[in-house]
């Protein structure tokens, strides 16, 4: 059964680079379920959460088995956040009036995730490695409370972790703010992005960096559609709380 999930599964030979590459089922499932999943979120569909959850849960596969751990813990937060953003938009799409509209960060709000986000990449950049090992240490412990017989892996060292670390980070960022629909995520989605393709070209993960290539182009439509939107919503990028429409601020609070 787990051999389904395993990125020596091929499904078919591409000829990139000399040898060609070989692209896993894995892999070219979970890239079609992430297309498809921030394609609609760019439109402001709820269903893309659906496509959001089935694409995180075969990424995990392929980064445990690609030792990039920061990115398979960023999957376990994607897991959880897909499920809590699809709970939040299903419910504004039942409402009239939606509580949460799109809009861009106040200035304040704006620096102290910056902050934030920098302290919180520096901190995974040079502990990362000690970090998931605990991890993996709790998830067999609790395996084996439950009866499950698995042994746990050898682990390798993150094979980059300041830009795995990165990735982590601001992913999280940006998914928090797509889901109080600030205009911010896809600007941080487009950088992301951008790192994502090198770095899983170095990793030998070439359709999954070929994705990310696409969704370069998707991750600017958003921009563009998002940014649209919150104008004609009166908001406007980097500004105090206190110059907010009197609307937008109550959008804020209620987000």
């Given amino acids: 059964m787990l051999s389904y999930f395993s990125i020596?599964?091929?499904?078919?030979?591409?000829?990139?680079?000399?040898?060609?590459?070989?692209?896993?089922?894995?892999?070219?499932?979970?890239?079609?379920?992430?297309?498809?999943?921030?394609?609609?979120a760019s439109r402001e569909k709820t269903i893309n959460y659906l496509f959001g959850l089935l694409n995180v849960t075969l990424f995990t596969a392929i980064f445990f088995q690609i030792q990039l751990y920061a990115s398979m813990l960023l999957q376990v937060f994607f897991f959880v956040a897909n499920v809590v953003g699809w709970v939040i938009w299903y419910r504004d799409d039942k409402k009239e009036a939606p509580a949460i509209k799109i809009r861009w960060m106040s200035l304040n709000s704006f620096v102290v995730t910056a902050i934030?986000?920098?302290?919180?990449?520096?901190?995974?950049?040079f502990n990362i490695d000690g970090i998931f090992s605990w991890l993996t240490g709790i998830a067999f412990a609790l395996m084996s409370k439950l009866g499950i017989n698995a042994v746990a892996p050898q682990l390798l060292p993150d094979a980059w972790p300041l830009a795995d670390s990165t990735i982590l980070v601001l992913s999280i960022v940006a998914t928090v703010l797509m889901i109080k629909k600030y205009v911010e995520n896809w600007i941080i989605w487009c950088a992301l992005d951008v790192i994502s393709v090198a770095l899983y070209a170095v990793q030998g993960v070439y359709v999954m960096s070929i994705e990310y290539a696409i969704l370069i182009g998707i991750a600017a439509f958003g921009s563009w559609s998002w940014i649209k939107s919150a104008k004609e919503h009166g908001s406007r990028p980097l500004r105090s709380a206190s110059s907010q429409p009197i609307a937008e601020g109550l959008v804020a609070e209620k987000g």
């Fill in 8 to 40: 020596h599964n091929i499904m078919v030979n591409i000829p990139l680079g000399k040898d060609g590459y070989q692209l896993s089922w894995i892999e070219a499932i979970g890239t079609l379920f992430g297309l498809i999943n921030i394609w609609l």
């Fill in 116 to 125: 934030v986000s920098v302290l919180f990449i520096l901190l995974m950049t």
